[in-house]
């Protein structure tokens, strides 16, 4: 009864490889969100859909590259990894409307590591 | 823009001592404001959240109040368990829903 799920748990890759991260939420929501958080534990969105839609693109590098195949999925690759690309990814949701309708929930991280 | 002034950790604290950690918030407007909180190797989860001025939000023996006249939205429980050591999250929600995330306050309990 996972509610948003992230796969792989642990990434490690070298530097210049591409990975991919995937999402998936059993929520219904409308909106999923990428989020970074580094060594310091400061997070900071990358990425927001909705609908499929992109709706929020930080500045973030165009090596990133979120595709939401469809409402419940919202998945990031990454090209030629770089060091400083090592940390915590969050996956997140939340509704568009409803008593919930400003509540994210995140999954529970995908941990990369490049070296 | 939008910002978030969190209150700087570590924070160390004995089994059942009063815990404060403080947030202000610039913003505009009037968002709402939450408190999330990440647990040791986990991902963040919602501890409580107010949606407008005056607003009270409450969970697991946390509180915090929206005060719009201070822009503030501190947390505090009257007495903190060992297992509350986690870090603490405060996040106003901007335009395009999105959250603005403080830099996080590490807590400590100890037996």
């Known amino acids: 009864d996972t509610a948003v799920s992230q796969t792989p748990k642990y990434l490690v890759t070298q530097m210049g490889n591409d990975k991919s991260i995937k999402c998936e939420q059993n929520?219904?929501?409308?909106?999923m969100y990428w989020y970074k958080q580094d060594s310091k534990k400061f997070l900071k969105i990358m990425f927001s859909?909705?609908?499929?839609?992109?709706?929020i693109n930080e500045t973030v590098p165009n090596r990133f590259s979120p595709k939401s195949p469809d409402k419940a999925h919202l998945n990031l690759h990454i090209n030629s990894l770089e060091l400083g690309d090592s940390a915590v990814y969050f996956c997140?949701?939340?509704?568009?409307?409803?008593?919930?309708?400003?509540?994210?929930?995140f999954g529970p991280g995908t941990r990369l590591l490049v070296l | 823009g939008d910002s978030v002034t969190q209150m700087e950790g570590p924070v160390t604290l004995s089994e059942e001592a009063f815990l404060t950690i403080n947030c202000t918030y610039t913003a505009t407007g009037y968002p709402s404001l939450f408190w999330y909180v990440q647990y040791p190797g986990e991902g963040l989860q919602l501890l409580l959240k107010a949606t407008k001025a005056d607003d009270k939000g409450s969970n697991k023996g946390f509180e915090a109040t929206y005060r719009k006249e201070t822009t503030s939205f501190h947390l505090e429980k009257g007495s903190v368990q060992v297992s509350d050591s986690a870090v603490y999250f405060c996040a106003p929600l901007r335009k395009r829903r999105q959250l603005t995330f403080g830099s996080g306050t590490q807590l400590t309990v100890l037996p």
């Open positions: 859909y909705n609908n499929k839609e992109l709706i």
């Open positions: 997140a949701s939340s509704p568009l409307s409803g008593s919930g309708g400003k509540t994210q929930y």
């Open positions: 929520l219904g929501h409308d909106t």
